[in-house]
């Protein structure tokens, strides 16, 4: 392990990293999903856009690191009684900059009314791999083509469903 200039313990180049992940879906009342715009620091000419959440921190359960993530991506707070699910999960592996990441996801909504939306609770290297976050239909995705893979339309859908089976 390495640690990086804001003390956060970094992982060697090459190395495969296993984490369990929150991710949240915040939907507001238009039927927009908000998400972030970013890229693989190995492949900047590459961007895409992509949910919200990282790893559990050591003992947080998958609730609570989605509150913590979504407060520090994007200023949003909310309670963990606001969120609906977890409505999805799933294992995924990819090749993020220099390592591979093994990751466990699993996926909350949120109903948010209105957001002022900041990157100051972010991590360096967050800060320097995401550039700005947008309310986005899954239809005007699709025609983009920029999400991180096709499934993130259908996670999408589910999340708008989820926020409005549940009333908000």
């Given at each position: 392990m390495r640690t990086d200039e804001a003390g956060h313990e970094r992982p060697g180049p090459g190395a495969t990293v296993h984490r369990d992940t929150a991710r949240v879906l915040p939907v507001d009342g238009e039927g927009r999903v908000l998400l972030l715009h970013g890229w693989d620091p190995a492949?900047?000419?590459q961007p895409f856009w992509f949910t919200i959440g990282g790893a559990a921190e050591t003992g947080e359960d998958l609730a609570d690191a989605a509150v913590r993530e979504l407060l520090e991506e994007t200023g949003i707070r909310v309670g963990k009684s606001d969120l609906h699910g977890p409505f999805a999960s799933r294992q995924h592996q990819f090749d993020w900059g220099e390592w591979t990441l093994v990751q466990s996801e699993t996926y909350f909504a949120v109903?948010?009314?209105?957001?002022?939306?900041?990157?100051?609770?972010?991590?360096?290297?967050?800060?320097e791999t995401?550039?700005?976050?947008?309310?986005w239909r899954p239809t005007d995705l699709e025609a983009?083509?920029?999400?991180?893979?096709?499934?993130?339309?259908?996670?999408?859908?589910?999340?708008?469903?989820?926020?409005a089976d549940h009333g908000g």
């Open positions: 492949k900047p000419a109903r948010v009314s209105s957001a002022d939306l900041t990157f100051d609770g972010m991590e360096q290297l967050e800060l995401t550039d700005r976050a947008d309310w983009d083509g920029t999400a991180v893979t096709p499934w993130l339309t259908s996670l999408m859908r589910e999340a708008i469903t989820m926020v």
